[in-house]
């Protein structure tokens, strides 16, 4: 389910001024580039500055998936936290493509029984097996990046102070360089900051805690949406809306767990009409929206179990329009001595769209902004009650 925080041309960032951090030296125009592409361009940037080598970072377009071990490698050897926040947002553009041909498994198509004992097996396991994970903490990190002008991300706050009794704190945010591309030169990437919070799965349900650390609440996020669902009611929402005749087929894609080959998983495509979706997309103050959407769930033939799922839903409010894309990555974790899947990874896109852009056959719409949220899972650990007895305690 994906919530906002904000609408377009309204601030979710918090009012007052800001430092704007901008590289002056423009990196060179985008380029679409493969998987193999950019690694080659990372090696040769090794021993470089961190400024530096972020610059020749941004504005990349890949062509193909990175995969999560291609993604760990370049950044381990990346010079600084900057150059690996640009390394991260054009990952996260790339996690709705496809892998490169050469990493697809060469193996023929399961026919049409097979398809359904797979696709039967996955409903079992979110209709048996999800319900009954067991409670656990995990610690969600959220890293959100903008792609917009600094006039706009400047001009938002001071729109929104209007609304506010008082000026807000202070907001750092850092432009980590142009996404230069023939669509949007002027747009740029905008880093607006990366928050821990521990989240319990509890009876089914994502509860937010106080953050680590601390004994108030829990951290309010600063950005213009949020996700929940992760834990497993996003599947349940998936798996209880498609029939039979809106999924399909698709391809064979290798499994992986902590770079470990796990086997081929199972690529399936599905589509939700308007009329059958329970997916949720919310804005402040008004009922929720249940657009259509489609998208892709890869899932292990054997088990049942989803490794991996994505959507792509379209919706309309307030004269615009705005594409929400999801991804959820799943991946075996120890817990008490016991192997579950759970969450490991999801990034959030919004594209937002004037309306008279969006509807423009012209050419491709181009989006007026684009918010971006990348979500880690990590520290999993049992939730559960410890009693102490002491003994020799004296009497009350």
């Known amino acids: 389910m994906l919530g906002r925080w904000g609408r377009l041309g309204a601030c979710w960032l918090l009012a007052g001024a800001l430092a704007p951090v901008i590289f002056a030296a423009p990196p060179p125009a985008a380029t679409n580039l493969t998987v193999d592409q950019l690694d080659q361009l990372l090696k040769q940037t090794h021993g470089q500055g961190d400024a530096k080598v972020t610059r020749q970072i941004t504005g990349i377009k890949l062509t193909e998936r990175a995969s999560a071990e291609r993604i760990a490698q370049w950044e381990a050897d990346l010079a600084g936290n900057r150059s690996r926040d640009a390394l ?224 792509l839903a379209i919706d309309s409010e307030s004269g615009y329009f705005n594409e929400s894309s999801q991804l959820v990555e799943f991946a075996p974790n120890e817990i008490a001595g016991v192997t579950y899947i759970c969450p490991v990874h999801s990034v959030a896109i919004v594209r937002f769209f004037e309306a008279f852009e969006y509807e423009n056959t012209a050419h491709t719409p181009i989006p007026s902004q684009i918010s971006i949220n990348d979500v880690a899972f990590t520290k999993h650990h049992l939730f559960r009650s410890e009693s102490h007895i002491l003994s020799g305690a004296s009497k009350p």
């Open 88 to 311: 991260m947002v054009v990952a996260d553009v790339s996690a709705f493509l496809a892998p490169p041909a050469a990493e697809l498994p060469t193996m023929p198509a399961p026919d049409a029984q097979a398809q359904q004992q797979i696709l039967a097996r996955c409903r079992d396991y979110v209709n048996q097996i999800v319900p009954r994970l067991p409670n656990y903490f995990a610690l969600r990190t959220t890293t959100s990046f903008e792609f917009t002008t600094a006039q706009k991300l400047v001009s938002q706050p001071l729109a929104d102070s209007m609304f506010q009794q008082k000026p807000g704190p202070r907001v750092h945010y850092l432009a980590l360089g142009p996404a230069k591309s023939s669509d949007s030169p002027e747009d740029q990437f905008f880093w607006l900051g990366s928050y821990a919070e521990e989240v319990t799965y509890r009876g089914g349900t994502e509860v937010v805690n106080a953050t680590p650390g601390t004994n108030g609440p829990p951290r309010s996020p600063l950005y213009a949406m949020s996700t929940s669902g992760d834990f497993g009611s996003v599947l349940e929402v998936i798996v209880m809306d498609f029939q039979e005749d809106q999924i399909a087929w698709d391809h064979w894609e290798q499994g992986h767990s902590t770079q470990v080959s796990t086997g081929p998983l199972a690529v399936f495509r599905y589509a939700v009409p308007s009329e059958r979706s329970h997916y949720a997309v919310s804005y402040p103050n008004e009922p929720p929206n249940f657009p259509a959407y489609h998208g892709e769930v890869a899932i292990d033939p054997e088990s049942g179990a989803v490794r991996w799922i994505t959507l």
